[in-house]
């Protein structure tokens, strides 16, 4: 698996994100720890942005595998299960993590 896929398939499972479905702001980076790449997620005046780069202001960052963050995001696998066995790791802002997730239900 590459970033490129990780990243599409992200943009296909956030396609139904509409501008004003989430208040607030959301910047969170995910770090793919056996791609040894970046990506982030940030959600800004309403606009969703999924970009392949270091956000140096994020809220949270999560620590995990590409293929267990596919696993993820389509609900395959559970973050509190995955965060309690250590597949999953959190810097920073728990709750933005959290938030991050229901962008993808």
Request: aromatic share 10%.
């Amino acid at each position: 698996m590459t970033l490129d896929n990780v990243i599409k398939q992200v943009k296909e499972k956030t396609a139904s994100f509409q501008e004003g479905n989430y208040e607030g702001f959301l910047a969170v980076q995910i770090t793919l720890t056996d791609l040894n790449e970046v990506f982030y997620v940030e959600v800004k005046d309403g606009k969703l942005s999924i970009e392949p780069f270091e956000y140096n202001d994020r809220q949270a960052n999560l620590l995990i595998s590409s293929a267990n963050f596919i696993k993820l995001i389509n609900q395959k696998l559970n973050s509190v299960l995955a965060f309690t066995t250590g597949k999953l790791k959190i810097d920073g802002d728990i709750g933005k993590a959290t938030e991050l997730a229901n962008l993808f239900k």
